[in-house]
């Protein structure tokens, strides 16, 4: 039976891995053959991860972090804009229309989306 203190050091280096390249099938399988355990005991140490991770973030700290990363990222559209980097601008735009979900299923409500139309120096 694994210890307490077993289970949070397994769950550290589940984290640690996740963090270096990701969540794959192929990391539970070796994480699981590494630590002598079925793959679905690597589902709850990741379940277990993702769990301290929400209680972490109140919902109050998420808004605010999410907020203050739209911030900077509609900052960089603007520098790529007035660089004529459209490439990247389009990529920022995606990941800002996933952030504030205007890209979800039809019938998905747009409230609360600030449109920002950069200034450009010609």
């Known amino acids: 039976m694994t210890t307490k203190n077993e289970r949070y050091r397994r769950i550290a280096l589940l984290e640690r891995a996740i963090a270096e390249g990701g969540w794959s ?3 539970k399988r070796a994480l699981a053959a590494e630590f002598g355990v079925t793959p679905r005991t690597i589902e709850s140490y990741k379940a277990d991860l993702v769990a301290g991770y929400r209680k ?6 998420w808004e605010t972090q999410r907020a203050e990363f739209l911030g900077r990222l509609r900052g960089h559209q603007r ?23 205007i890209d979800g299923p039809s019938g998905t409500p747009l409230e609360g989306i600030v449109l920002v139309t950069p200034t450009v120096k010609t």
């Open 25 to 27: 099938l192929q990391l």
């Open 56 to 61: 972490e973030l109140d919902a109050d700290e």
């Open 79 to 101: 520098v790529a804009l007035a660089q004529g980097k459209l490439g990247p601008l389009a990529s920022m735009l995606g990941l800002e229309s996933r952030i504030v979900g």
